[in-house]
């Protein structure tokens, strides 16, 4: 079956760094478009960015010029460099594989000011 298995989240202080990871089995991989998706306490789930197989990116106009998604196809994993981290990046952060709506368990993201 489809898995998605986040990593990378943590504590770090404003204008700190993180990579997060996302490594998915069960599908093939490279012809999926995947994104990245946060939530934050108490508020919806929001669009942070996504992917293409043709490596085509999107970003949610917050994190532009901060975030980068990447993706690894030999690896089946995604990623998302987070730059410049602001506390209100923090949130539990969710790899998605958009076309099949898998969902991993997430990874907090907490940013101190």
């Known amino acids: 079956q489809v898995q998605l298995v986040e990593s990378g989240g943590g504590l770090v202080q404003a204008g700190g760094s993180l990579r997060l990871s996302c490594a998915a089995s069960?599908?093939?991989?490279?012809?999926?478009?995947m994104a990245w998706y946060r939530q934050a306490s108490g508020k919806q789930r929001e669009f942070v960015a996504d992917?293409?197989?043709?490596?085509?990116?999107n970003y949610a106009d917050s994190v532009k010029g901060r975030f980068t998604i990447s993706r690894d196809n030999a690896k089946k994993t995604v990623y998302l460099q987070m730059n410049s981290l602001k506390p209100e990046d923090t949130a539990v952060y969710y790899c998605?594989?958009?076309?099949?709506?898998?969902w991993g368990r997430g990874t907090q993201v907490t940013v101190s000011s």
């Open positions: 998605t594989q958009v076309s099949g709506g898998y």
């Open positions: 992917i293409t197989s043709a490596h085509t990116t």
């Open positions: 069960g599908m093939f991989f490279s012809i999926k478009t």
